[in-house]
T-cell receptor, first 115, second 111 residues
Framework: NAGVTQTPKFQVLKTGQSMTLQCAQD?????MSWYRQDPGMGLRLIHY???????DQGEVPNGYNVSRSTTEDFPLRLLSAAPSQTSVYFC??????????????FGEGSWLTVV | GDSVTQMEGPVTLSEEAFLTINCTYT??????LFWYVQYPGEGLQLLLK?????DKGSNKGFEATYRKETTSFHLEKGSVQVSDSAVYFC??????????FGAGTRLFVKA
């Protein structure tokens, strides 16, 4: 079972470069989201989607774009990388109904360094 | 707004010691409560959950009871192992897409 797959696992960017973090899930989950994890700050929600074609901002959306053209895929784009975006990024998905108790399934993380 | 507060770490214990990680929450409605665990270099994974008051979630020797009267969901384990060293996150969901996470508590277990 693949679950949530995100790539790349590690990336170094120069300030001002753009890149896309890929995320795919094979569980037919409607809800998908991107978090960043920084030391001492836990997880912060960047963007989320409640279904194909529907996205919205989380707590820290500035500098990031998302799109959801299919149920399976939810890429995160860094438009012009800044050192403040150095972080670990997690893609996640969850079932839209209540039967699963809204359990979230996470990818393995993408370690991004902006120099 | 909804929020989760958990004890600051790191928590350092010797093997076979008793573990408690405190978690309290503020929420409107009746949230589901979760503990997620993050092992070094990995993503978060569900450890246990409880969906209504007085429910006890349990997994891998860990337990937590949903206490509505004290708005708490403390994580406990009777005898920790070195392999339990990880970061533990308390979280809540009041329905729908949004889950609120605590800041995480790092646990170190010494042999």
């Amino acid at each position: 079972n693949a679950g949530v797959t995100q790539t790349p696992k590690f990336q170094v960017l120069k300030t001002g470069q753009s890149m896309t973090l890929q995320c795919a899930q094979d569980m037919n989950h409607e809800y998908m989201s991107w978090y960043r994890q920084d030391p001492g700050m836990g997880l912060r929600l960047i963007h989320y989607s409640v279904g194909a074609g529907i996205t919205d901002q989380g707590e820290v959306p500035n500098g990031y774009n998302v799109s959801r053209s299919t149920t399976e895929d939810f890429p995160l784009r860094l438009l012009s990388a800044a050192p403040s975006q150095t972080s670990v990024y997690f893609c996640a998905s969850s079932y839209s109904g209540t039967g699963d108790g809204n359990t979230i399934y996470f990818g393995e993380g993408s370690w991004l360094t902006v120099v | 707004g909804d929020s989760v507060t958990q004890m600051e770490g790191p928590v350092t214990l010797s093997e076979e010691a008793f573990l408690t990680i405190n978690c309290t929450y503020t929420a409107t409605g009746y949230p589901s409560l979760f503990w997620y665990v993050q092992y070094p270099g990995e993503g978060l994974q569900l450890l246990l959950k409880a969906t209504k008051a007085d429910d006890k979630g349990s997994n891998k020797g860990f337990e937590a009871t949903y206490r509505k009267e004290t708005t708490s969901f403390h994580l406990e384990k009777g005898s920790v192992q070195v392999s339990d060293s990880a970061v533990y996150f308390c979280a809540l969901n009041t329905g729908g897409f949004k889950t609120i996470f605590g800041a995480g508590t790092r646990l170190f277990v010494k042999a």
